[in-house]
């Protein structure tokens, strides 16, 4: 609704506002704050209109809501696409590179040592002695991954 408040909230502030002015005072209080609303916008409209003419013809097409930063970038940078960011955003598919990192990485995780591989020997190093579940002979290094470091 009208500022954030819901219906509930409207009734409530409408039988608050019976119960202070009165069922006689409240009609006559609504008619003046309806002219006093009409009024600001007369005003305001008056006074953006004085802005245009003082800045002269360059600014004809100038409008008041473009000083919101938000709305600025959205008009400046999102529809006038002079800097082709519509082709470099359309040629990212995030999806198609997630799932190919992860098909990946799900390979790498079952690939099987075999017996002449060397990172399957007792002396190896790396990712995959980590995950090894044997205790470390004497003399024996843990293992290292330098990635996670």
Do not use: C, W, Y
Not at 73 to 88: A, P, Q, T
Not at 138 to 143: A, F, V, W
């Amino acid at each position: 609704m009208f500022f954030n408040i819901s219906p509930l909230d409207f009734v409530a502030i409408m039988l608050l506002a019976v119960i202070i002015f009165g069922p006689d005072k409240l009609p006559k209080l609504i008619q003046d704050a309806s002219r006093m609303i009409r009024k600001l916008r007369e005003f305001s409209d008056s006074a953006k209109e004085d802005i245009r003419k003082e800045l002269g013809p360059e600014f004809k097409d100038f409008e008041f809501e473009d000083l919101n930063p938000k709305t600025f970038v959205r008009k400046n940078l999102m529809d006038n696409d002079s800097l082709g960011l519509k082709e470099i955003r359309n040629s990212f598919d995030l999806k198609d590179e997630m799932a190919t990192v992860k098909d990946a990485v799900q390979e790498g995780r079952h690939t099987v040592r075999t017996a002449g591989d060397p990172a399957s020997a007792p002396g190896m190093n790396g990712t995959d002695r980590l995950h090894k579940s044997e205790p470390l002979r004497p003399g024996e290094h843990p293992p290292f991954d330098a990635d996670a470091t």
